[in-house]
Each structure stands twice: as structure tokens, then as C-alpha cells.
């Protein structure tokens, strides 16, 4: 009941929202899946955090934050109204997408921040634009009309994947704003996301099996 994603594609994924994924760039390939990450897995998202080297820690969080910070962020991310999408290689962590719903303003649209990281070995390969559908897919069955994304002006890769999901950039003080719309939800939407949200909790356990094994035996 998994289809795959190819990261290479700008049409959004069919797939529900725990899927077997292929992420590629140019002849890159790299196997891993999708799922929605649950209230359960705050520890797997800080260790995800902490691995990130300095400048993708830097480039993430717009400035230097601390473990701690770093510790109730992963916090944040699974409570209240947050959502987060993990891409998994080898039942590891390696890549995280948050949707943070922002505060409703008077004449303006339902908005939300997205925000992404990727560990330095699998960044350049297609991974955050896989995981940028899959946070479509959840602004769009939450009512969220507007996406936002905010980067330092010399994140290249988040500019990269601005551009390509056809966002609207501009330069709000220091920081770089790039705006797109979301879809209106439907019936196949939340059906997807539904389906995804069982897969969720069956991969987790998969997940975690797969942790606990050997190095020289995972992805087997």
C-alpha cells in the first residue's frame, strides 16, 4: 500500500503519508522512507537535531542555539499544534520537516512556517523537496492556505527549494520570506494522511527494531 516518490518531480506525491521513498539528484539515489513522526519519537527528533554539523545547525535556526534549545525545540515539535515528517535511512532519522501554524491575522490568510534539516551526508540529494510535498499535504488538510518558509539570504539550498515549489521570495529585514499557496483539502487528502497516520505508528516500531540492530545487519 506504499507507492514510491521520486524526489526529481515537481506534481505532488499520490502516496499516503508513510511511504517508501527514493530521493535523487542528478544520479544520487538514496533509499529511505516518509512517515509522520509521533509524540512518542521527541528523543529521535533531538538526536536528529544534534547530529546536524555547526553551519547546517547555524543555517536551520537563522543564528547560533544551544543543546538546550535545541532540547525544547524537540519538544515544540511534538506538541500543540506542530507537525513533523522524518525521511528514514536505515531506520535512522536523517532529515525532519516541521509545520508550525502561525497565529491568525485579520485579512490575511490561514499561514503556516515550514522548516527543514537534513544531515550534511544526505543533503543535495533531493530529500528536502520529497518532504516539502508531504508538508503540503498536511497544510492542506489543516486549512493552511499560505506556506511560508524563512532562511538566512545565503541558505542556497532553502532558496533551491523555494524556487522550485514556485514560492513567492522576498527580503523581510535580514532573513528571506518565501511565501506559496496550499491546496484545499479533500476527501482523497485526508483520506491519505489517514492512512499515513496508521502506517506512522506501524513504521515506528519498524523503526525502532531496526535501530536496535547491528550496524552491519540494518536494511536487510
Known amino acids: 500500500m506504499t507507492l514510491p516518490v521520486n524526489a526529481s518531480s515537481s506534481e505532488p506525491a499520490a502516496e499516503p503519508m508513510a511511504a517508501r521513498a527514493t530521493a535523487s539528484h542528478g544520479a544520487e539515489r538514496v533509499a529511505g522512507h516518509i512517515r509522520k513522526l509521533v509524540p512518542a519519537e521527541r528523543e529521535l527528533i533531538l538526536a536528529h537535531l544534534l547530529r546536524l554539523d555547526p553551519l547546517s545547525r547555524f543555517m536551520r535556526f537563522g543564528g547560533v542555539v544551544s543543546d538546550g534549545a535545541l532540547a525544547r525545540h524537540a519538544t515544540r515539535v511534538v506538541s500543540g499544534d506542530a507537525s513533523a515528517v522524518g525521511y528514514f535511512i536505515d531506520g535512522e532519522l ?50 493552511i492556505e499560505e506556506l511560508q518558509v524563512v532562511f538566512l539570504p545565503n541558505n542556497g539550498p532553502m532558496r533551491n527549494l523555494a524556487v522550485h515549489h514556485a514560492a513567492d521570495l522576498q527580503l523581510d529585514d535580514e532573513e528571506m520570506v518565501g511565501r506559496m499557496r496550499a491546496p484545499r483539502a479533500t476527501f482523497f487528502s485526508q483520506a491519505r494522511e489517514f492512512i499515513g497516520d496508521i502506517f506512522a505508528v506501524l513504521f515506528s516500531a519498524a523503526d525502532l527494531q531496526e535501530r536496535m540492530l547491528p550496524p552491519h545487519l540494518r536494511g536487510n
Do not use: D
Request: proline share 6%.
Open 94 to 143: 536523517r532529515a525532519l520537516a516541521e509545520l508550525h501554524p502561525l497565529g491568525r491575522r485579520a485579512g490575511k490568510p490561514a499561514a503556516a512556517e515550514a522548516a527543514f534539516s537534513v544531515e550534511r551526508p544526505w543533503q543535495g540529494k533531493g530529500i528536502g523537496s520529497a518532504l516539502m510535498r508531504h508538508l503540503v499535504l498536511l497544510a492542506q488538510n489543516r486549512g
